[in-house]
């Protein structure tokens, strides 16, 4: 089944304890995101990568890392987590790259509360 | 930049109602416009699109018409059920970048 899968789905941690969501999608995507999902905010892209090695800034990078050494997984890693980045976090890929082609797949997302 | 501004809910309605949900964007071009639903406890799906002005996206009974004129993409259902309840997005992409709006939560009653 196509499908992309993240984990935890739910984290409750504390302030400054480093911690990483695990993204995998097994469609042989190219492209790949991270979003978070605040209410009244919609979702806000974080970083998102083109192709295997290739990552970039979206609009509410701070204080997230990527990284993407191959094509399947891209987990997202917060060094040093504070309470404002408890959200609703989504993975999403999609086919195609320049431009972005294809629709967005997204993962069932993670919920993380850090206090 | 580019945005796209939709209606706020939440919006109630009974079982068999029609539905409109307003968004509108705004673009430096020519956007492909897309409207994806969030069931409770899922990730987004696409539910429907349109690359280009005058195009209409259609899916499971919902329709949305790409309004270059008005800079709209308003997606509407004629009879809504209970299993229509969800949050709905609109977004547009330009080139590589997708923007989303806030959200509008639909609750349908029996």
């Known amino acids: 089944e196509a499908q992309v899968t993240q984990n935890p789905r739910y984290l409750i941690t504390v302030t400054g304890k480093k911690l990483t969501v695990t993204c995998s999608q097994n469609m042989n995507h190219e492209y790949m995101s991270w979003y978070r999902q605040d209410p009244g905010l919609g979702l806000r892209q974080i970083y998102y990568?083109?192709?295997?090695?290739?990552?970039d800034k979206g609009d509410v990078p701070e204080g997230y890392k990527v990284s993407r050494k191959e094509k399947r997984n891209f987990p997202l890693i917060l060094e040093s987590p504070s309470p404002n980045q408890t959200s609703l976090y989504f993975c999403?890929?999609?086919?195609?790259?320049?431009?972005?082609?294809?629709?967005?797949?997204f993962g069932e997302g993670s919920r993380l509360t850090v206090l | 930049g580019d945005s796209v501004t939709q209606m706020e809910g939440p919006v109630t309605l009974s079982e068999e109602a029609f539905l409109t949900i307003n968004c509108t964007y705004t673009?430096?071009?020519?956007?492909?416009l897309f409207w994806y639903v969030q069931y409770p406890g899922e990730g987004l799906q696409l539910l429907l699109k349109a690359t280009k002005a005058d195009d209409k996206g259609s899916n499971k009974g919902f329709e949305a018409t790409y309004r270059k004129e008005t800079t709209s993409f308003h997606l509407e259902k004629g009879s809504v059920q209970v299993s229509d309840s969800a949050v709905y997005f609109c977004a547009l992409r330009m080139g590589n970048d997708m923007r989303f709006g806030a959200g509008t939560r639909l609750t349908v009653k029996p």
């Open positions: 999403a890929s999609s086919p195609g790259t320049s431009p972005l082609t294809g629709e967005l797949f």
């Open positions: 990568s083109m192709n295997v090695e290739v990552t």
């Open positions: 673009a430096t071009g020519y956007p492909s």
